[in-house]
């Protein structure tokens, strides 16, 4: 999304004379002006602080001006260049001097004011100070001289001062001429001077006929804003790239009324020149009460850092805006910069998981902390969004954390500081109270920036105000600073409450009030704050300070000047009594008037109009004015987060009041257009806090209206809060009524036309499938496998529900069956083969009991085929591959038969392309390579042509090539095998980027290094394969670090040190191998006591066994082999078993070189049993396990068992080799050896002491 902007456009005009042009500008000419800017992401905001006037008619001009006075010169240099002057026949209302003296020295304006108006204060400051350095863009319009014949007597003073009775008014008249001439005779500004004509309506009793004048406006301004933000618009950023921005203005602001503190920035300076040795921290939390610097002073440290060449500074702050709030917004803005320092591709990561940002973050931190020092800066790591990954601070591993790398972190003292303070190289670092000197520097630079002299008494005061013995109020700066800019910013109405009680001189009364102020002031922050707003209620009244307050407490981000301009006044409203939101739904009526206005032309919404109160709104916002920013887009938010609970404790709203609020600003943001950045941030939480939860899913799931940024921003928001809250709020709202309540009467009669019912399968089918595509792929890692099908469960009542209502919608079953699919999946990811197979064999029977299961309903055959395939990989996954091999033939051959009487889509092709990789699985189970090649073979041009149609089905394609890849490997066929695998590498690399939170994806990426790794054994490229199987182990590691719940995970992980182990076996390097293959095992006999080894795991098992007795790990391999045995039992394949069977005699010939006749017998005998029910009592394995069994007895002297077991191995073997074979010359001399022992002993009648011997001897 491009980034959006404001433009400011400041008014200046007198009063009531121009009220029609004003109104005009409003109605007609900004309109034109809106509607172009909102095409180029930029939102228009004019400031006419006389705007209202007609509406609020108690006001006297003087009384009215003299408000404008206060915040004009203020509301002029926010809105610069920008500026827009009406003048006609009056110079408008001159205040007295003292009051304008006020304003000009606030605003360091010198100018000498006397006898000057408003109006043409505004023009001075405004066009001719030196605040606005583009005078280009001050725009003048001139109106000639009205009918004045046509206008009552009795009114025509108030549109020219000639007609005025008062002489001093009078005078006005050619003061204006004066100011008109010099704006003309300026030569940059005589080209910006413009002169309209209008009539005058005596019907009315209004100036009239303002087409021209509009034309004028329209023409003289939209070419200049057209090109101005044609100059300034940016490249779009990133999310990191934005927040990186927003931060580094937020430091620099801080930083730049920043008093040094020499002592404390020395010694955190300190921290970042040490290398990671000895009793260096790598971790520092700087800790502090509310407002005691921590932020200011991290800022300055920032600045400091910045001017370092030799190092690489990462810096965030969670106190910028809501997204800063985010642990994944900082790891997108650390991203961003540590990719920038790589001289890496910046990727889109909207979509990636908590674990995905974190596994990305720490790999680029160990490549960048290997070139430079690193310093990463994090303020107010309180404020992250609530949740134990917060709280606890999991994301900040000490086992990930790289050397030369320095973390200094902001915190109120809580759980998070003490979570750094008790990590190893971890510790607090407490900010100190300031001092007496730092105090009068920043009281100093106040008063000097309100270009005053700070009275020494007062001074003193605030210096000396103690909140208890020993703790003075000061220090803590931002009490200090509230303090002191209070004291600057009293005004002739405080003045004048004490007039009437001192009889001095006005230094003195002044003096007076604000010593008075500093005794009244609490000692704390927040009592402080608890002041100020009494003192503004006692300015502006209860209700409008309790609306401004409440409107920036309930913001998510703050509020643009429209958006304030538009609520502020209905929040008044709502606290006096005129908005009853609990008996009326606005925000449907809101929705439903979108509706209708787009399809029924009269149809018009009717809403109270409320009177304008910008002069309101700017006179509380210079009220609280140091306690307010503007961040990203203009909006106007607490700066401090002290203030913002301080604001919410002053003002106690209870939890109904909060819902309404909230409720009001969703009606809002409803009416905005659907790319409004507001409403596309702000919407969703907005509706989710009013507990407006039906149009919150409608939002959601809507195909049509909703744009692809606030689905963005609402799938965040829900992570957010399942993060806080876990997955059950979001099953209660999915699980609750979706009933539309309309109270708006003109859209009764258009929603009674229309099904409730028909509304609600719309609803539901949009929320059910926006979580499955946004939201489901990206919970984390905390939601519990059992909350998972708890939600999906939740879709399906509810699709199952609208399914009872519309029997013929094909649309509602497919999604259920994919919900189904999802149940399923899950189930078997968990081997819980049990409950998976009662969930496929009910999807199953549903599609065999379908009457429409023949040739005329292809998907319905499609999907059963599917079904079939779901129940083969359970069969699969618990070792039943004979009755898995079944049902992928069945459905198989339901899609071949369905492939010949219908054309080949996508859909069709993916299946059938499926049914024959599953086959080919099989096959290559069995140990029929050529069968299996087969399969694949036929497979893959099916998934390259589904892949063509649809990217999704890629995946398929690049797993087949693998398998394809893997067959070719076993063949010796290097050069084939080497460009299935990268193809499949690349594709499978592709998808993984693509999708940063599928797990699936990052593990087949994971399995493609290991099929590369492969490869390169067999080309003898050691360096390479041990480089692929690291690159495995290190990504299954990091995933596993984020949930070690994850069985899938683990024996993945176990997978890849078995593969790192065998890379490192060829390379030569037999101890680090031993160490790979032992963790593999421990992790893999784990989860085989567990029994929670598929398939796939249970072959792992036996490629254990084999390697581990190879590297004399006898003692394991001990454990392993009778584990393999067993295992290989439940294979139905018998070349399987005969395989584990043989290594395990291979195991035994070994035991018996190293003479562990026991160890070796225990092996045997189990083999025996093993092969009887494998091979059978006439097969070479059965004899050569009893010829070992005959070596045993041998040896311990047991002749006559000895000659037995030769005698039987030497006629199985003569049977089945021949009496000439080798083997059987073997046997026969054995049997031999021990018949002649056995006829030396019987002649010499030692036979027991022989035994004896030969039982310590071969």
């Known amino acids: 999304m491009k980034k959006w902007t404001s433009r400011p456009i400041f008014i200046s005009s007198t009063f009531k004379d121009m009220q029609s042009e004003r109104d005009y500008l409003r109605s007609h000419v900004f309109p034109r002006i809106e509607e172009k800017l909102l095409g180029r992401c930029c939102q228009l905001e004019p400031i006419d602080l006389r705007q209202g006037v007609e509406e609020i008619r108690g006001d006297a001009e003087s009384t009215r001006e003299q408000k404008i006075l206060r915040v004009c010169l203020e509301e002029i240099q926010l809105s610069q260049p920008y500026l827009i002057v009406l003048l006609g026949d009056r110079y408008g209302w001159i205040p007295p001097e003292s009051l304008i003296n006020s304003a000009v020295v606030d605003a360091g304006f010198k100018i000498d004011p006397v006898d000057m108006s408003v109006t043409a204060l505004e023009i001075e400051y405004g066009v001719f100070h030196q605040i606005n350095k583009n005078i280009q863009r001050c725009f003048f319009f001139f109106r000639e001289p009205l009918a004045w014949e046509q206008i009552p007597l009795n009114r025509q003073a108030e549109f020219s001062d000639k007609f005025s009775q008062d002489e001093k008014i009078k005078v006005g008249y050619s003061k204006l001429s004066e100011l008109k001439k010099r704006i003309e005779s300026n030569p940059t500004l005589a080209s910006h001077v413009h002169t309209y004509h209008a009539e005058w309506d005596a019907t009315k009793g209004k100036v009239a006929e303002l087409e021209d004048f509009g034309n004028i406006v329209y023409d003289a301004l939209w070419p200049n804003l057209e090109k101005d933000i044609h100059r300034t618009t940016k490249d779009e950023l990133s999310d990191g790239q934005e927040l990186e921005e927003t931060v580094g203005g937020f430091f620099d602001s801080l930083s730049q009324g920043y008093i040094k503190r020499e002592n404390i920035e020395r010694q955190l300076l300190s921290f970042t020149i040490s290398n990671d040795s000895g009793d260096s921290p790598w971790a520092i939390c700087i800790t502090g009460s509310e407002g005691s610097g921590k932020s200011s002073l991290i800022a300055k440290l920032a600045t400091e850092l910045q001017q370092k060449s030799n190092l690489l500074l990462l810096s965030h702050s969670c106190g910028v805006n809501t997204e800063s709030t985010s642990i994944n917004k900082c790891l997108q803005h650390c991203l961003s910069v540590l990719c920038d320092f790589l001289a890496l591709p910046y990727n889109d990561l909207k979509q990636d998981s908590s674990e995905s940002l974190e596994r990305k973050f720490y790999s680029l931190l160990q490549l960048a902390s290997k070139k430079t020092r690193v310093i990463i800066l994090l303020d107010a790591i309180d404020q992250f969004d609530e949740s134990i990954r917060s709280k606890q601070l999991t994301w900040i591993d000490p086992k990930l954390w790289p050397d030369n790398t320095l973390l200094i972190a902001t915190s109120i003292k809580n759980e998070q500081s003490q979570v750094i303070d008790s990590l190893p190289g971890g510790m607090e670092f407490q900010v100190p109270p300031i001092d007496e000197k730092v105090a009068r520097e920043i009281l100093s630079k106040v008063w000097h920036k309100h270009h005053r002299q700070a009275p020494d008494i007062v001074i003193a005061a605030l210096i000396n105000k103690t909140l208890q013995p020993r703790y003075y109020a000061r220090s803590n700066p931002l009490w200090l600073t509230l303090a002191a800019e209070h004291l600057n910013n009293l005004d002739s109405d405080d003045f004048n409450q004490i007039q009437m009680n001192v009889e001095s001189n006005t230094s003195d009364q002044i003096l007076e009030l604000m010593l008075d102020h500093v005794e009244q002031m609490p000692c704390d922050v927040t009592g402080l704050y608890h002041f100020l707003f009494s003192r503004a209620i006692k300015a502006f009244g209860e209700t409008e300070v309790k609306s401004f307050l409440a409107l920036l407490i309930i913001a998510r981000s703050g509020w643009r000047r429209n958006d304030i301009d538009y609520l502020f006044p209905r929040f008044i409203a709502y606290f006096n009594g005129e908005y009853n939101i609990e008996n009326n739904d606005i925000v449907t009526d809101a929705v439903l008037s979108n509706v209708f206005s787009r399809y029924d032309k009269d149809y018009q919404y009717t809403e109270k109009v409320i009177p304008a109160t910008t002069l309101k709104i700017a006179e509380l916002r210079r009220f609280f004015l140091r306690s307010l920013t503007y961040r990203k887009s203009f909006k106007l938010d607490f700066l401090h987060k002290a203030c913002r609970s301080a604001a919410t404790q002053y003002i106690s709203l209870n939890a109904q009041t909060y819902t309404e609020l909230h409720t009001l600003a969703s009606a809002y943001l409803l009416y905005q257009r659907p790319d409004d950045p507001i409403r596309c941030d702000a919407l969703p939480f907005h509706l989710l806090r009013a507990k407006n939860y039906y149009w919150l899913m409608v939002e959601y799931g809507s195909s049509n209206t909703t744009h692809s940024t606030e689905i963005n921003s609402t799938t965040d928001l829900f992570i957010k809060e399942i993060e806080a809250k876990g997955l059950q709020w979001i099953i209660a709202i999915t699980e609750g009524d979706m009933v539309i309540k309309v109270t708006d009467e003109n859209a009764v009669n258009h929603f009674s036309e229309l099904s409730q019912k028909d509304i609600q399968r719309d609803v539901v089918k949009g929320w059910y499938k926006r979580c499955q595509q946004e939201l489901l792929p990206r919970l984390p890692s905390s939601v519990s496998h059992q909350d998972r099908l708890e939600l999906i469960q939740a879709f399906m009542n509810k699709l199952e529900q609208i399914a009872k209502d519309f029997p013929d919608d094909d649309e509602i079953q497919a999604e259920i069956d994919i919900a189904q699919r999802e149940v399923t999946a899950i189930q078997l990811a968990q081997h819980d083969f049990s409950s998976a197979d009662q969930t496929i064999a009910h999807i199953v029977n549903d599609y065999e009991h379908l009457p429409e299961i023949n040739d005329n309903s292809p998907i319905d055959k499609i999907n059963y085929a599917g079904a079939l395939i779901m129940q083969g990989d359970s069969e699969a996954g618990q070792g039943n591959t004979k009755n898995a091999e079944q049902r992928y033939k069945r459905a198989n051959d339901i899609l071949n038969k369905l492939a010949e009487k219908n054309s080949y889509d996508s859909f069709l092709l993916k299946a059938l392309g499926v049914s024959y990789d599953k086959l080919g699985d099989m096959a290559r189970n069995h140990g029929n390579q050529t069968l299996a090649e087969e399969y694949y073979y036929k497979a893959l041009p099916m998934f390259r042509q589904s892949a063509d149609s649809d990217l999704m089905n890629q995946r398929d394609l690049s797993l087949c090539l693998s398998k394809i890849g893997e067959l070719e490997i076993d063949k010796k066929q290097l050069d084939k095998a080497e460009q299935y695998l990268t193809e499949h590498f690349d594709i499978a690399e592709r998808l993984a980027k693509s999708s940063p939170n599928n797990m699936e994806l990052q593990r087949d990426l994971s399995g493609a290094y290991g099929r590369l790794q492969q490869l390169a054994i067999q080309k003898g490229e050691f360096s390479k394969a041990v480089k692929y199987a690291k690159a495995q182990v290190d990504f299954f590691e990091q995933l596993l670090s984020s949930d070690d719940t994850n069985i899938n995970w683990k024996q993945d992980l176990a997978g890849s040190y078995y593969n790192y182990g065998i890379a490192l076996i060829e390379r030569g390097n037999d101890e680090l191998a031993s160490v790979n293959m032992k963790k593999s095992a421990q992790i893999t006999i784990c989860l085989l006591n567990s029994n929670a080894l598929d398939l796939k795991g249970k072959k792992l098992v036996f490629g254990l066994f084999s390697e581990l007795f190879e590297l004399n790990d ?89 000659e037995r077991k030769y005698r039987q191995v030497y006629n199985g073997f003569v049977c089945l080799l021949g009496e000439n074979d080798l083997g059987t010359q073997t046997v026969k001399g054995n049997l031999d050896w021990v018949m002649q022992k056995k006829a030396d002993l019987s002649k010499s009648g030692c036979l027991s002491s022989l035994r004896k011997i030969f039982s310590k001897r071969e």
């Open 1114 to 1202: 006898w003692e394991l391999a001990n454990e392993l082999c009778f584990r393999a045995l067993s295992l290989a039992m439940e294979f139905s394949d018998i070349n399987i078993r005969t395989q584990v069977g043989r290594v395990a005699l291979l195991f035994a010939d070994k035991l018996l070189d190293q003479q562990k006749n026991d160890e070796a017998e225990k092996v045997l005998v189990t083999l025996s049993s093993f092969f009887l029910n494998t091979t059978g009592n006439n097969s070479l394995e059965y004899f050569g396990t009893i010829n070992y069994l005959g070596v045993i007895s041998k040896r311990r002297g047991d002749l006559d068992d000895a």
